[in-house]
C-alpha cells in the first residue's frame, strides 16, 4: 500500500518536534553536540526520515534561529512606546537585558554562536531585521524628536553593542571587577542616552 502523502500540518508539526529536540540538545550539550542522527534517536524516527524535513544541521539551526529571533522582536514590540522617546530606548535596553538573562541558550544561539548562515536563509534574515528594526526605528525617532543628537545608524550600532557586550560578559561570568550587572548598565544607558 503505498504511503499517505504528507500535508503541510503533518510537515510542520515533525520540524517544529525536531527542532525542539535539537535544542534541548544544544542547551544541555551546545551546539557541536547537536547532529541529525543524535536529535533523530531523540525524536524516536530514522536519520533517513530526519533529512527528508531537513536537509542538514545548519538547515535546524536557520529554523531555531528563526525562532528565536521572532520571540525577541515579539518581547521589544510589547514594550510600551507611550513615554518619551528617550525612555522607550531605555525600556527597549532593558528588555532586550531581560531577554538575555531570562533565556541565555537562546541569546547565546542568536549572538554567541559562530554560525555563518544568516544570508542563505531569508526567514531567519528576515526575523533578525525584525529584530534590529525595532531599535533602529526608536532611535531615529529619539534623534529626530531632539532627544538624542547624532547620526540615527551609528547610535544604534553603538547602544546595541554595547547592551550586547555588558551582557556577553554578565552571561560567561566575567564581572568580576567589583561593579554589579545592574551599576555597569544603567551607567552605560545614562552615558549613550544622557541622565536626564
Not at 534517536?41 to 530526519?50: D, Y
Not at 513615554?83 to 541565555?104: D, V
Not at 554560525?115 to 525617532?141: H, M, S, W
Request: hydrophobic letters at 40%; a neutral charge.
Amino acid at each position: 500500500m503505498p504511503r499517505k502523502p504528507l500535508t503541510q500540518i503533518d510537515i510542520e508539526k515533525f520540524r517544529i518536534s525536531f527542532c525542539k529536540a535539537a535544542y534541548e540538545l544544544y542547551m544541555l550539550k551546545g551546539y557541536d553536540a547537536v547532529t541529525m542522527r543524535g536529535t533523530a534517536k531523540i525524536v524516536g524516527c530514522s536519520s533517513m526520515m530526519a533529512y527528508r524535513y531537513f536537509e542538514k544541521k545548519e538547515d535546524v539551526f536557520a529554523a531555531l534561529r528563526t525562532i528565536h529571533f521572532d520571540c525577541l522582536a515579539e518581547t521589544l514590540e510589547g514594550v510600551s512606546d507611550t513615554l518619551s522617546t528617550l525612555e522607550y530606548l531605555r525600556n527597549l535596553a532593558k528588555a532586550y537585558a531581560a531577554f538575555a538573562h531570562e533565556k541565555p541558550h537562546a541569546y547565546r544561539l542568536l549572538y554567541m554562536t559562530p554560525i555563518d548562515q544568516l544570508k542563505t536563509y531569508p526567514e531567519a534574515v528576515r526575523a533578525q531585521q525584525r529584530t534590529q528594526n525595532v531599535l533602529f526605528d526608536a532611535t531615529y525617532r529619539a534623534v529626530k524628536s531632539g532627544g538624542i543628537q547624532g547620526d540615527p545608524v551609528l547610535l544604534a550600532h553603538t547602544l546595541w553593542a554595547s547592551i550586547h557586550g555588558l551582557v556577553s560578559l554578565d552571561l560567561s561570568k566575567q564581572l568580576n571587577q567589583g561593579l554589579s550587572f545592574d551599576t555597569l548598565f544603567n551607567a552605560m544607558l545614562d552615558h549613550i542616552l544622557g541622565d536626564n
